[in-house]
């Protein structure tokens, strides 16, 4: 996968399922018709821009091998997070591992000293034979 420029055919437009007169948040997609060079030749597509866009524009877009449209490249900020994400969860299964098994050990031992003392303060009082 790999990043390539595309020339904007078109102005933006709402992106689909999204009526034209709504409010929408910023960050928010727009579908625009743009064409691009592969090794094949070109391609034309509509592909996604988040913000307003005029035709003859020039974007950047990701593209695989053969020039097929694909999802954009992952930001170093969601690389960070995927990868902060997968450290705390390998510490998590790592501490469950071991706290598990030491938290019912010391609850079975605990269970057992207790039945124990229990026993024994039945026999306190009862003198010896």
């Known amino acids: 996968m790999h990043q390539v420029p595309a020339a904007l055919l078109e102005d933006t437009r709402p992106a689909p399922d ?3 007169t709504s409010l929408r948040p910023a960050g928010t997609e727009n579908d625009v018709l743009a064409r691009w060079s592969t090794p094949h030749g070109e391609r034309t597509a509509a592909v996604p821009t988040t913000g307003p866009a005029n035709a003859g524009q020039t974007i950047t877009i990701s593209v695989d091998a053969d020039g097929n449209l694909t999802e954009p490249l992952p930001s170093s900020r969601d690389n960070t997070i995927t990868a902060v994400s997968a450290a705390i969860g390998v510490w998590a299964l790592a501490a469950g591992t071991v706290l598990l ?3 019912l050990a010391h609850a079975l031992l605990h269970r057992n ?4 003392w229990a026993h024994e303060w039945q026999h306190f009082d009862t003198p010896p034979r």
């Open 18 to 20: 999204t009526p034209e």
């Open 101 to 103: 098994p030491t938290a």
């Open 113 to 116: 000293r207790l039945q124990h």
